[in-house]
């Protein structure tokens, strides 16, 4: 059902089958309001768009669009022959507060009208709600996933059913609702996160589709519902989310909004147009703003932004440089910052599911110390065998005799030491030797744990000026206090400062 084709970080390319066909993950389906069509599904198809979903309940309560779907299928109405999701109404429960129908009804009828995936009825439990109403809640949703599986196990045919994964922002109530449902469903959508998005709690949000990702088996397609801004999509895909649905392209463009990976912006206060798409080629922001048909223009820009957001995503993930890409869209608002930080915050278990890294490392900020990279390194240096005494320097050459060691390291940032014989192997060779504290200091770190996991091994340490910063100072003096360390010299030669002097 879900082919995995490429990996980096937690996000990969993978082919989902359905019943009408295969796609691409990850993919972003757009929403479609039968009641009220911005962009034509042909016009959608057009622009790349593989996949749609759309409201089986607003459908359902329309009886003449109810009767007219049942005569054509969902397919005939919406006039697209590729996959179409189909949602059961829970977004109007979570805006207001009930919907008039049964699960199994709306299930039974999704069924009917031929959706390729199929959503029971969950409740969508708000942001911050106890804890006791969140569990009582997610046992609901979780009975209406198991009345929905059996439904579609005994329709005939083969159905996708998308088991949503709740527990407001409670993350260990979200990691037990992914176990539980994780032999249920054939789609994991996580649920209730839009407000978090619209109050850009986005390290909230990462934190939940992390431990939601933890529940559920590493090879389950993971779909964020109502995720679709072209700014927060890489990271997502980082974090292991492969499909998407958004009516924002659409609602945003209804009140004049212009959407980038940097952000959204209103169209009156813009005089160009930073995009190549075709409608930004054709318009300046006065045109657009007055043409009669600036909603529609604008909804089609909107999903352009997306849809070629995710393009570039797929081609970061093929190319290895996903995280590089993660860490350039995380530095446009600042609460992606923190996203991205929270995230990071979950290195370990990232770096237990991440591939080895292809490309080059580019370190780029403070946030790079804990990426999956360095925490693979710092912990495979543990297991390297030293001998009874080792070097360590900083810099580009060493004073120390090397004839008198086992082992000779040499001090980077910010992975740490690392044998020299390994100077041309991933991913030490891809680093420079500056960089700024943070960076030395997880060197330094790294350094003091393969002092303590090797204590019949006797350390000498050569470290540069540049080492000897006020913030570092603390953990060098920590070095001195271990009985295995023998010294550690400053070693003033190696900075560019005494270099240029001598010159």
Same mark, same amino acid.
């Given at each position: 059902m879900f082919?995995i ?8 390319i993978?082919v989902?089958?359905?019943p ?5 993950t990850p993919l972003?389906?757009p ?5 009220r069509?911005?962009l034509?599904?042909?016009?959608i198809e057009?622009?790349?768009a593989?996949?749609l979903?759309?409201?089986a ?8 669009l ?10 005939g ?5 590729g996959?179409?999701?189909t949602?059961?109404?829970s977004?109007?429960?979570? @805006?207001y507060?009930?919907?008039?129908i049964?699960?199994?009804e ?11 995936? @199929?959503v029971?009825?969950d409740?969508p439990?708000?942001?911050?709600a ?14 209406n ?5 059996r439904?579609?196990d ?13 527990g407001s ?8 609702a992914?176990?539980?449902?994780s ?8 649920g ?6 619209e109050r850009?709690e986005?390290?909230?949000l990462?934190?939940l589709?992390?431990h ?5 088996a590493?090879c389950?397609p @993971? ?14 895909v980082?974090l292991?989310?492969d499909?998407f649905d958004?009516?924002?392209?659409a609602?945003?463009?209804a009140?004049?909004?212009?959407m ?6 209103r169209?009156s206060?813009?005089?160009e147009l930073p ?10 922001p006065?045109?657009?703003a007055n043409?009669?048909r ?26 290895g ?16 910052l923190?996203?991205y ?6 290195s ?6 991440a591939p080895?890294?292809r490309?080059?490392?580019f ?19 543990l ?7 080792c070097?360590?320097?900083?810099g580009r050459h060493?004073r120390?005799?090397?004839?008198h060691?086992?082992?000779v390291?040499r001090?980077v940032s910010?992975?740490?030491?690392y ?6 192997t991933?991913p030490?060779?891809t680093v420079?030797?500056?960089g700024?504290?943070?960076a030395?200091l997880?060197?330094?770190?790294a ?7 090797n ?6 340490i050569e470290?540069?000026?540049r ?14 206090g271990f ?7 400053k070693v003033?030669?190696n900075?560019w400062?005494?270099?240029v002097?001598?010159?």
């Amino acid at each position: 059902m879900f082919e995995i084709k490429e990996k980096d970080m937690l996000g990969r390319i993978g082919v989902l089958s359905t019943p009408h066909g295969k796609v691409e993950t990850p993919l972003l389906m757009p929403v479609i309001n039968p009641n009220r069509l911005i962009l034509s599904p042909q016009k959608i198809e057009s622009m790349g768009a593989k996949m749609l979903i759309t409201n089986a309940y607003i459908i359902y309560r329309s009886p003449e669009l109810r009767g007219r779907t049942r005569d054509v299928a969902i397919h005939g109405l919406l006039g697209f022959d590729g996959p179409i999701m189909t949602d059961s109404g829970s977004y109007q429960l979570s @805006v207001y507060g009930d919907v008039h129908i049964e699960n199994n009804e709306i299930v039974n009828f999704q069924l009917e009208i031929g959706s390729d995936v @199929v959503v029971p009825v969950d409740i969508p439990t708000p942001p911050n709600a106890s804890r006791e109403r969140t569990a009582r809640e997610m046992h609901i949703t979780e009975e209406n996933i198991k009345e929905a599986r059996r439904l579609v196990d005994g329709c005939g045919r083969d159905v996708l059913l998308a088991a949503p994964v709740q527990g407001s922002t409670h993350p260990h109530l979200r990691y037990e609702a992914a176990v539980a449902l994780s032999h249920l469903g054939d789609v994991f959508p996580i649920g209730a996160v839009v407000p978090l998005m619209e109050r850009y709690e986005f390290d909230a949000l990462a934190n939940l589709i992390v431990h939601s990702k933890m529940g559920l088996a590493p090879c389950a397609p @993971v779909h964020l519902f109502g995720a679709g801004h072209p700014m927060m999509l890489a990271l997502a895909v980082a974090l292991g989310c492969d499909m998407f649905d958004s009516a924002a392209y659409a609602l945003y463009a209804a009140e004049g909004k212009y959407m980038s990976v940097h952000g959204t912006r209103r169209l009156s206060s813009m005089r160009e147009l930073p995009c190549s798409c075709p409608v930004c080629t054709a318009y300046t922001p006065q045109e657009l703003a007055n043409d009669e048909r600036s909603e529609e223009l604008l909804a089609e820009h909107n999903l352009y932004a997306a849809l070629t957001e995710l393009k570039l995503i797929r081609e970061s993930i093929r190319e290895g440089r996903l995280a590089e890409l993660v860490q350039q869209r995380c530095r446009a608002p600042p609460a992606m910052l923190d996203a991205y930080r929270a995230a990071l915050s979950h290195s370990s278990y990232i770096e237990e599911v991440a591939p080895q890294p292809r490309a080059p490392f580019f370190y780029s900020g403070p946030e790079c110390v804990s990426r999956p990279e360095v925490i693979r390194h710092k912990r495979r240096l543990l297991h390297i065998e030293l001998g009874e005494r080792c070097l360590v320097y900083t810099g580009r050459h060493r004073r120390a005799n090397s004839s008198h060691y086992d082992t000779v390291c040499r001090l980077v940032s910010p992975f740490g030491p690392y044998p020299v014989e390994l100077g041309e192997t991933f991913p030490v060779n891809t680093v420079s030797i500056e960089g700024d504290v943070e960076a030395k200091l997880s060197a330094l770190e790294a350094l003091q744990a393969l002092i303590e996991a090797n204590p019949k091994c006797n350390f000498d340490i050569e470290l540069d000026g540049r080492w000897y910063g006020p913030p570092l100072l603390p953990i060098i003096d920590r070095l001195k206090g271990f009985n295995n360390v023998a010294s550690i010299s400053k070693v003033e030669g190696n900075s560019w400062r005494s270099r240029v002097e001598r010159v």
